[in-house]
């Protein structure tokens, strides 16, 4: 036991470690009432595309693209850093463990690679809870996009997923939108959402004419 928290708090595991601790602080916290899950919530504005073989093309806003990847900023960060932080942990130890080198530098690249591995494994884990998030944002703002005008914040294609915002009752929603019969909607352009496709939860918009 000595040995395995020895191993936790030593050279760069200590980061993944005090991370761990931290969310499980938190989240103790939140069950005594003291503070809500959103507290440290993020907006972000998305510059990313994701097209039908899930396939990432990055544009522009860079930082605020990867984290709109990784479903950061569509649900309360410490959801997303709570399955981001115990596999991280997890990964770190096993690999610098099993490698056995007491060299920083070879340490830290592990943690790194760890890290990135954790993002990805986050993202496949907290995606059903991005749409559920999304979904639980329409209800209670009482939008019905259908009809509605919206801004292309990312290309809209026939082919590929883009993301549009409609702006109604004093509030901002984001939703992933396409279009049909090789349309293409270009950023900034204005849109008319008049379909929801429930098979992939989008939406169908057409050029605002």
């Not at 928290?5 to 993944?16: E, M, R, T």
């Not at 601790?21 to 959103?38: A, K, P, T």
């Not at 073989?53 to 860079?62: F, I």
Request: net charge negative.
């Amino acid at each position: 036991m000595q040995e395995f928290l020895d191993l936790s708090f030593s050279g760069v595991n200590i980061i993944p470690t005090v991370l761990l601790f931290f969310v499980l602080i938190y989240w103790i916290i939140v069950i005594l009432g003291v503070i809500d899950v959103d507290t440290l919530d993020i907006d972000i504005e998305t510059e990313v595309e994701l097209d039908m073989d899930g396939d990432l093309e990055v544009d522009g806003e860079g930082l605020s693209s990867v984290l709109s990847f990784f479903n950061i900023g569509h649900m309360p960060l410490m959801i997303f850093l709570s399955f981001l932080a115990f596999p991280m942990w997890v990964l770190s130890l096993w690999s610098i463990n099993f490698i056995g080198v007491e060299n920083i530098l070879i340490n830290s690249g592990l943690l790194l690679a760890s890290f990135v591995a954790s993002l990805f494994i986050a993202k496949f884990l907290t995606t059903p809870i991005a749409k559920f998030y999304m979904k639980l944002r329409l209800q209670d703002e009482a939008i019905n996009p259908i009809g509605k005008q919206c801004k292309v914040l990312l290309t809209v294609k026939s082919d590929s997923y883009g993301q549009a915002e409609i702006k109604a009752n004093g509030t901002s929603i984001l939703i992933s939108a396409i279009t049909r019969d090789g349309i293409e909607i270009k950023k900034g352009e204005s849109a008319l959402v008049i379909d929801y496709i429930k098979d992939g939860n989008h939406y169908l918009i057409e050029p605002d004419n």
